[in-house]
């Protein structure tokens, strides 16, 4: 292709350009307003709950595989593969009038988000590998997490912007961000698989040769691929402790972060103002995302543990009748769960070979799946009986609980923390 140059060995240039396609796939001026246009469309909070489930139950039928065919034949096709999918979802969610074809629009959702998912990640730190500078990831890592963040604000804001004059201007600009996205991901490299030692040229290209040369023959199978990544996740309980642990915090924040949506309009606030309450939060998360390193350099292992609790205690906490108290806890919880990626990737990517990574990061995004799959409907049948007040109450609760049951079980029995790094 005359966007790939195969002569250019500087595979670092893949962070660049995953900052751009970073900030272009997370530009989603959907994520404020697609649960009002859900109730737009008639659909109730349980049916809304029905769809996100059936769009994580997608997600895990499918993370495993897409990470793995990712592995086997590129990240970076899988991820242009994914982009399109976006746009064909942005012309379905448009067009869709009943909870069936909302479904069906949530399982190509779902389909993109699996292609991406643990792809990106692997690209980039294998193209990091590749040219001696993985020691760096966290700092890259917490880097893209302040463009997400910074991404998801102004796209929100736009968002409900748009939605004030129409759903459809919404959709139509979600069709032309997707189809955008795709330009950078044109000029990136395929970085190679296996462990490069050193930095010297001839070298990483005898390397990178031999990987090929692996690659093809692993292309011939995917049931030794699943093996061995069996093999290293039954060697290696540190990394199914990291599997287990992070995605319950996402799962817990993401109900509160969507249903949110309903829940402000509960209180009068237009589409324009919640979708400034999400900018005000995306904007406090980038800055909770610059102090990553260090609060992880101060706090070490303990720090998953705290970002755990106060978490729970603000989903708890905005249950309360004050409208911008609300405001202030749900903007709290938030900026405590953006720490949350940065942690769990810096951990898992140092625990994974190369040839495996996209596939063990998909198992740990299927994790967060099914956490959302049961978790997300449950919530939308509560609330349509008690209200989000008390459904935000039970989940905090919930969350709150779980954590201290397992310091506490861990004190009495000595045991190995969840997570290390």
């Known amino acids: 292709m005359f966007f790939h140059n195969k002569l250019n060995k500087d595979y670092s240039r893949n962070v660049k350009l995953d900052y751009v396609y970073s900030f272009m796939r997370y530009f989603d ?11 737009f469309r008639g659909m109730s909070l349980f049916e809304i709950g029905i769809a996100e489930g059936v769009f994580h139950v997608t997600s895990m039928i499918f993370e495993v595989p897409s990470g793995a065919i ?14 399109l999918l976006s746009m064909l979802s942005a012309i379905m969610m448009l067009n869709s009038t009943t909870l069936w074809m909302f479904c069906l629009s949530f399982m190509v959702s779902a389909l993109n988000y699996n292609l991406n998912s643990g792809t990106e990640d692997a690209l980039v730190y294998d ?44 959709y139509m600009m979600d069709f032309v961000l997707s189809a955008v996205s795709i330009i950078p991901l044109l000029f990136m490299q ?28 692993e292309k011939v199978s995917f049931v030794d691929h699943f093996k061995t ?11 199914v402790k990291i599997i287990l642990y992070y995605p319950m915090l996402s799962a817990f924040n993401a109900v509160l972060y969507f249903y949110s949506q309903e829940y402000f309009a509960e209180f009068n606030f237009n589409k324009i103002q ?20 260090r609060l992880l350099k101060r706090y070490a292992s303990r720090l998953k543990y ?34 949350v990626e940065p942690l769990e990737s810096s951990s898992l990517n140092s625990e994974i070979p190369s040839e495996q990574r996209a596939t063990i990061i998909s198992i740990d995004s299927m994790a967060y799946s099914i956490e959302m799959i049961l978790a997300f409907p449950v919530c939308g049948f509560i609330a349509g009986y008690i209200g989000l007040a008390r459904t935000f109450i039970i989940l905090g609760s919930i969350e709150l609980l779980t954590v201290t049951a397992y310091l506490l079980w861990k004190k009495l029995f000595n045991c190995t923390p969840i997570v290390e790094k």
């Not at 001026?29 to 109730?39: D, H, K, N, Q």
């Not at 939060?281 to 990553?292: K, W």
């Not at 970002?307 to 202030?328: D, N, T, W």
Request: glycine share 8%; net charge neutral.
């Open 306 to 339: 705290m970002i755990s609790i106060i978490m729970g205690v603000m989903i708890v906490l905005c249950a309360v009748p004050g409208k911008y108290l609300v405001i202030v806890f749900f903007v709290i919880s938030n900026m405590c769960h953006s720490l």
């Open 70 to 83: 990712a592995d086997l034949f590129g990240r970076r096709k899988v991820m242009i593969a994914g982009r």
């Open 127 to 170: 193209s990091m590998k590749a040219s001696g500078i993985e020691d760096k990831y966290l700092k890259v890592c917490s880097r893209l997490n302040v463009i997400i963040e910074f991404a998801q604000g102004i796209g929100t804001m736009l968002g409900g912007i748009l939605a004030e004059g129409s759903f459809m201007y919404v």
């Open 229 to 239: 990544v069996f093999h290293i996740l039954k060697e290696s309980p540190q990394v």
């Open 29 to 39: 001026v959907t994520s404020a307003i697609w649960v009002l246009y859900m109730g």
């Open 274 to 293: 919640i979708s400034t309450i999400m900018l005000v939060s995306s904007i406090a998360s980038c800055l909770m995302v610059l102090q990553s390193e």
């Open 190 to 217: 395929e970085p190679p698989v296996g462990d490069l030692k050193d930095n010297d040229e001839d070298d990483r290209a005898s390397q990178k040769e031999l990987n090929q040369s692996e690659r093809n023959k």
